[in-house]
Structures are given as structure tokens and as C-alpha cells.
């Protein structure tokens, strides 16, 4: 049994995303029925739905940043009711037995199934994500929300932008004492400098806007350099435990990797859709430096990062859209025209 759902996707890379009905399966005994109140935009979902990232499976919904409320549980779900506020992020199945998954690093797992794009049982072979009225998804992947519900539409961007930076922040230990970079102010950005101020490190921003300045200060940052001023970027010269770096365009790493202390790390979680310039070896080797990576996080930790924003008061900037918006908010967020996050308020499906 399947049930039919609106949803907002495209047919071609080279198509505006449209009105379209889509499958939904009906809840398995450890499923959880979800109706969306609200999805995030993602740089992701353009990249994917304009086929700019090989293996677009098309007709492609995106959106990985959902909330909304339990509308139905299979009989053997225990953890969640109807009317529970819950939110679904970037992966609705793993294969649940390697040592990733029994880690809690199912984001790890080489059978991940992301929110949308890729194989499933489902019609129509592929999954579809969170642009669309309903989605159902196994119990172990939905994560409990503990803001209170006018927060909601700001909580949905946590569940990407979120734990893209709380998870990389957590693994190499941030907190007082530890001097952090937070490289671009964007949807990324604009959380890993809310989170390590929150953790109680001494953050600062990087920008190459000097119109931002003011604005990654009211964020959290305790500093902001300008990233084209050479004498301010030589000013941190050798003082940074970690730099995470969120710019999802190709650029020159060797200027950040000169900013790390002895055994720094500096830590890409932006996609570009084609590759950095190769880093200078010497910068690396010279100082036991480390450049790494970091993908989302597994289920337990963003459930440990979703209850630390609850904690903290923490939620994303956003601008609320319509459905029909979409298209025109793809191309204002490739020219950096939103703070921070587009959120889809889903009621205008």
C-alpha cells in the first residue's frame, strides 16, 4: 500500500523544480510517519537536483532538513505518538550491523541511505525528500525535538547545517581554551560559530566581506578577519587548534593551513562541485599539520546536538519562503543573498 503526497521536484537537471505527486509507502511496524511542517534548503539539494553532482536520479525531490509532527507509528515503534515533534536529517537507513552503524556513525556506513537520491525499495526506486507533505521513515533515523514549537521552522537547517559543524566541533574536542576559525558565514558558518561559542572557545570568523563584520560578531564571533586583508590574516599567524572550513567553492587552502598551530587541523565540511587547488606539502609537514573531513554526523550525535541547541537557545538565522519560491531562492542562495537559511514552510504546498 502506498499513498500519494504533493511534493515540489524536477524531471531533468536542466528543469525549474515543479508541482508533482509522489508515493509515499504506508508505515511498517517500526515506522514513523512524519506530515512536514517545514524544510530547509540546502546547498546540497541545487547541487543534486541541477545534476551538478554525478548519479542525479531523477525525479529528484530534494530537502534534508525536515521537521514537523507524528501523524502515524507502525505497532512496534515505542519511542514516538502521534503529535510529537520530530525531525528527519540527511539519512533514513543504513544497513544497522557494521561497526559504523553499531558506533552510531551510520553516517559512515557504506549502505547509507540518504534523504533522497538514493536506491530504495519505494517508488520509484529512489528515495524523495523533504520538499513534499509526508515522508515515512524507519524510527532508528527520527530525532526528537525539544525546542518549543514556535522555534520549529528555525530548528529544521540544525538538522544538516547543524550537525555538519556541531559533529566536527565535538570530535576535535572545542571548548574553553581552544582558539577556533570559522571560515565563511553562510548557512554553514553561521551555526559553527553559533556552536563554538557555545562550547566556550574563542571563535574567529572569517569572511570575505567586510559588510559582515558586524554580523558575525552579533553571531558569536569574539573576532572577524577579513579573509583578502593579508596583514589581518598574517596577524593569526600559527595561533589556531582547528579551522573548520565551510566555503563550498574551490579555493586556496594554503592560506588557512598557515594560521594552524603545531598539530592544527583544518577541517572541510563545504562541497565544492569541483576540487580545491592542492594544498603546499611544506605547510603541512612543517608543523605535523592536518587537513581532514567531516560528513553530517550519526543519529545519536545529532540527537546530542539537537538537545544541545534546545539547551543553549540556539536555532538557525532563516527566511521563511513559499513552496513556489523555490527557484528564485536556488538563485539568490548562489549569489549569497539569504541569512543564513531558506526554510520552506511547507502549508504552501
Known amino acids: 500500500m502506498s499513498t500519494n503526497t504533493k511534493a515540489f521536484g524536477a524531471y531533468a537537471g536542466d528543469k525549474p523544480l515543479e508541482p508533482m505527486q509522489i508515493k509515499r509507502r504506508a508505515p511498517g511496524d517500526h515506522d514513523v510517519q512524519i506530515d512536514i511542517q517545514f524544510c530547509g534548503v540546502c546547498h546540497s539539494d541545487l547541487h ?41 536529517g540527511c ?7 557494521c561497526d559504523d552503524c553499531e558506533s552510531g556513525l551510520e553516517n559512515y556506513c557504506d549502505s547509507m541511505t540518504g534523504t533522497y537520491n538514493f536506491p530504495t525499495p519505494d517508488e520509484p526506486g529512489h528515495t524523495l525528500g523533504g520538499y513534499s507533505q ?9 530525532l526528537r525535538i525539544r525546542h518549543p514549537e514556535e ?24 571548548g574553553p581554551g581552544k582558539k577556533i576559525g570559522i571560515v565563511g558565514i553562510g548557512g554553514l558558518g553561521h551555526m559553527g560559530i553559533k556552536l563554538a561559542h557555545a562550547m566556550g572557545a574563542h571563535v574567529v570568523a572569517f569572511t570575505t566581506s567586510e559588510s559582515k563584520r558586524e554580523d558575525a560578531k552579533a553571531l558569536g564571533a569574539d573576532e572577524v578577519v577579513i579573509s583578502r586583508n593579508e596583514d589581518e590574516m598574517a596577524a593569526h599567524g600559527k595561533s589556531f ?19 594552524l598551530k603545531r598539530d592544527g587541523t583544518m577541517t572541510l565540511v563545504g562541497a565544492p562541485s569541483s576540487p580545491h587547488p592542492s594544498p603546499q606539502i611544506f605547510n603541512l609537514i612543517f608543523k605535523r599539520r592536518a587537513i581532514a573531513g567531516s560528513m553530517i554526523g550519526g543519529i545519536p550525535e545529532t540527537q546530542e546536538m539537537l538537545d544541545f541547541c534546545a539547551e543553549h537557545d540556539i536555532v538557525a538565522d532563516i527566511e521563511m519562503i513559499r513552496m513556489e519560491e523555490i527557484n528564485e531562492a536556488y538563485e539568490r ?8 537559511r531558506f526554510v520552506i514552510d511547507s502549508a504552501t504546498l
Request: net charge negative; with cysteine; charged share 15%.
Open 241 to 259: 587548534d582547528l579551522i573548520l572550513n565551510t566555503v563550498a567553492a574551490p579555493h586556496d587552502l594554503d592560506a588557512y593551513l598557515m594560521l
Open 91 to 97: 539519512i533514513v537507513d543504513s544497513c544497522q550491523h
Open 151 to 174: 522555534q520549529l521552522a528555525a530548528v529544521a537547517p540544525l538538522l544538516c547545517a547543524g550537525i555538519t559543524t556541531y559533529s566536527p566541533l565535538r570530535h576535535w574536542k572545542v
Open 333 to 340: 542562495m548562489l549569489k549569497g543573498d539569504v541569512k543564513y
Open 134 to 142: 509526508n515522508i515515512v521513515v524507519h524510527e532508528r533515523y527520527v
Open 48 to 88: 543534486q537536483v541541477r545534476a551538478e553532482w554525478a548519479g542525479t536520479l531523477f525525479p529528484c525531490v530534494p530537502g534534508h532538513e525536515i521537521v514537523g509532527k507524528v501523524s502515524a507509528v507502525g505497532n512496534q515503534v515505542e519511542d514516538f505518538a502521534i503529535g510529537d515533534l520530530v525531525g528527519v
